[in-house]
């Protein structure tokens, strides 16, 4: 349904995926002698991937919100001025915590190495992960409240709160295998099948058919959100 009345909207994360293609190919990502190579190639591509994470979660917002107010989508695309401002705080969390994973929690951990401590260099390499998903599980635990306010929803009371982080936390990887995964299966496969794939014409249209995929995923992804958030209400 949102896919179909909101299709300008889904637009966007299938226009940043393919902007994210658009510059791996011109970095030679999909050239198997070339890849990404050096900081700056690495740079681009990171730059290309926050748009495109952020734009998913852009849709993660708004489907929630169309079906909480009414499907109507002018309302789901009004937003508080309280709405606003969750929205700014979370996408610089969001941001923060991309750069950390990249960029200062690999500088951090090197210096920690420089001072003697022994770290392998697999825990070297996702230590990083860990301590940022550590940082958003605390986010995610001490703000959950702030998700009704992004959907301009009622305030949620503390036992909604409690249930939602359970929901979001513990269950939301067991229904996202059963719903997301095929989609995000596709998705790495088309992106396998990219890789020295010639024409070039060939390449446009696996390329243009992943971000098809990308923005049926990203609504998919809304949806999940939106039936978590109703299960942790006390008028569902």
Request: net charge negative; hydrophobic share 60%; charged share 15%.
């Amino acid at each position: 349904m949102f896919f179909i009345s909101a299709f300008v909207i889904v637009l966007f994360p299938i226009l940043t995926e393919a902007l994210q293609h658009f510059v791996e190919y011109r970095l030679g990502m999909f050239d198997s002698s070339d890849g990404i190579v050096g900081d700056q190639e690495q740079n681009l591509r990171l730059a290309a991937g926050i748009v495109k994470v952020l734009s998913l979660l852009a849709i993660t917002i708004i489907v929630p919100r169309f079906f909480l107010h009414e499907n109507n989508l002018k309302k789901a695309m009004t937003f508080s001025p309280e709405a606003k401002r969750a929205l700014l705080l979370g996408a610089l969390v969001f941001v923060g915590i991309f750069l950390f994973i990249f960029y200062l929690g690999p500088a951090l951990v090197e210096m920690i190495v420089i001072t003697g401590v022994e770290i392998s260099e697999n825990l070297q390499r996702f230590l990083p992960l860990v301590i940022a998903l550590l940082i958003s599980f605390w986010f995610q635990i001490r703000y959950v409240g702030a998700t009704a306010t992004m959907f301009d929803d009622d305030p949620m009371s503390e036992a909604e709160k409690k249930r939602f982080n359970v929901l979001s936390t513990m269950h939301f990887l067991f229904v996202a295998v059963v719903t997301v995964l095929p989609l995000m299966v596709i998705h790495y496969q088309l992106n396998f099948m990219a890789v020295d794939l010639a024409p070039v014409a060939g390449l446009a249209v696996i390329l243009v058919v992943d971000s098809i995929v990308v923005g049926m995923l990203s609504c998919l992804l809304g949806a999940l959100v939106f039936t978590l958030y109703q299960a942790s209400r006390e008028r569902s």
